[in-house]
């Protein structure tokens, strides 16, 4: 290809940004990132009945969120009606559209009739205008919608990206509206239209649009408009086996962000549901763009696995920066209404980290640092026994005065066990389920060492 190539992304603001469509924009930008082209922001917002501004601000937040950085954009479609008008225009006046009068009613009617018939449910061409055929007068008071004039013969053809050779035949689609009667385009000639005019030379999308392909080739023919390359990416399906979708069981990828999943970790996991680089499984951004040729893209559904996604940020956590690690649980913190500066939050990370998938797993284990603990009362009688409250109080006195550091925390609670005739895990669970509010945690001495003595001796008093 001599054109420069071009690749865009254009979500819906009818909800959030979902899974499928974050995979499809991180292809897409990887893509052109790859071939030193450009990558296009698009909102697709003409179904202005169910567009919202949120829709658009989670949109941007997540592209944001995921590093998916466009060279234009974001372009919005309601800002460019003059434009599909002019080429409206300019079909009527080349006899490649035309305008319909029918009325709702009047299609339900066809539509019923062919079922009536056993036909399939098409528009039977009748404002269609054709050599020797008499169209009648326009009735009144009906505002047309205006049709695209598809081809009534031939077969179009198309090479996937990811599917290989599609065929499929003019006679089974019919002449779509490409106009509605307010003057707003539909979705398969707006798109059309800006891919054209925005120099789209790839277009990688889900493979629920393979049907809406022969129109929008139709419609580039009839512009006289280059043809970008189409690839179709099979869906990632849920736990259940079923796709995942805005209605079914799918969760917008900000949401991911705000349960404490890091970009590189999403990006990662998302880069491998449908496709692959040999058998890597870890990669970083830079990699994957010098990786993405637009090979070895699988034909078969990808399933999302949590447990891998898991698996994947837990690596990323275990290696970020730990300045911006120990920001990103300060503000999992902040969230629960829990102060904590990021200076005592860091090396709090670096004893937890290991034992966390995600940030808000380290904001769960770190809250015990600045927020009062509620141990449970079944934790309170297997721990904290007769037996044992003894040894407690005596640990406490004890590290009342000691130097505070891991090493004389140690040695304290030796010495306590030795004097009390104890084993550890009794004097140990039992410290924990009080400082920690938890029967279990790293080496106690470690814990102990990053709270401030006068907590330790203060929650080690209600024994």
Not at 75 to 86: N, P, S, T, V
Request: glycine share 6%; hydrophobic share 40%; charged share 25%.
């Amino acid at each position: 290809m001599t054109r420069k190539i071009r690749t865009r992304i254009a979500p819906s603001p009818t909800g959030f940004l979902h899974l499928g469509t974050a995979r499809t924009a991180l292809y897409s930008w990887a893509y052109a990132r790859h071939h030193g082209g450009e990558f296009v922001l698009r909102i697709e917002d003409t179904d202005v009945a169910r567009s919202t501004q949120d829709s658009v601000d989670q949109i941007l937040a997540a592209m944001q969120w995921l590093g998916l950085d466009s060279d234009e954009g974001p372009i919005y479609q309601m800002q460019r009606l003059d434009r599909y008008r002019e080429v409206v225009d300019r079909m009527l006046a080349e006899g490649t559209a035309y305008r319909c009068y029918c009325t709702p009613d009047e299609l339900e009617d066809m539509r019923e009739a062919q079922r009536a018939r056993g036909e399939k449910t098409h528009y039977d061409g009748r404002w269609r205008p054709e050599p020797n055929k008499a169209l009648p007068a326009p009735p009144d008071g009906v505002q047309p919608v205006i049709r695209f004039r598809n081809p009534a013969d031939g077969v179009v053809t198309w090479d996937d990206l990811v599917k290989g050779p599609i065929s499929i035949a003019n006679r089974e689609i019919d002449d779509l509206v490409i106009m509605r009667a307010d003057g707003v385009p539909t979705y398969n000639f707006a798109v059309v239209v800006d891919d054209s005019d925005m120099d789209i030379t790839h277009v990688f999308r889900g493979d629920e649009h393979v049907n809406n392909t022969p129109w929008q080739i139709n419609i580039f023919n009839a512009l006289g408009a280059p043809l970008p390359l189409f690839g179709h990416l099979p869906v990632i399906l849920g736990d259940d086996g079923q796709k995942l979708s805005k209605r079914r069981g799918a969760v917008s990828v900000t949401a991911y962000r705000d349960t404490g999943y890091l970009p590189e970790a999403m990006l990662n996991y998302l880069a491998r549901l449908g496709w692959s680089h040999g058998d890597d499984e870890l990669f970083t951004r830079e990699q994957l763009v010098q990786w993405f040729d637009g090979t070895h893209l699988s034909k078969s559904p990808a399933q999302w696995d949590p447990a891998k996604l898991s698996w994947v940020n837990a690596h990323y956590l275990k290696t970020i920066d730990e300045a911006r690690l120990a920001s990103l649980v300060a503000e999992q913190l902040e969230r629960r209404g829990v102060a904590a500066p990021v200076d005592r939050v860091r090396p709090l990370c670096a004893l937890f980290k290991d034992r966390c998938t995600t940030t808000a797993e380290l904001a769960d284990w770190l809250a015990m640092y600045f927020a009062d603990v509620a141990p449970s009362v079944e934790d309170l009688a297997a721990h904290v026994t007769e037996a044992v409250k003894p040894a407690i109080a005596g640990l406490r006195d004890t590290l009342a005065s000691v130097e505070w550091n891991k090493s004389a925390i140690n040695a304290a609670i030796k010495q306590t066990i030795a004097a009390h005739g104890l084993k550890m895990p009794q004097l140990a669970h039992a410290v924990r389920v009080l400082v920690c509010g938890r029967a279990q945690t790293p080496s106690i001495d470690a814990v102990l060492e990053l709270f401030p003595r006068e907590t330790v001796v203060s929650r080690l008093q209600k024994a």
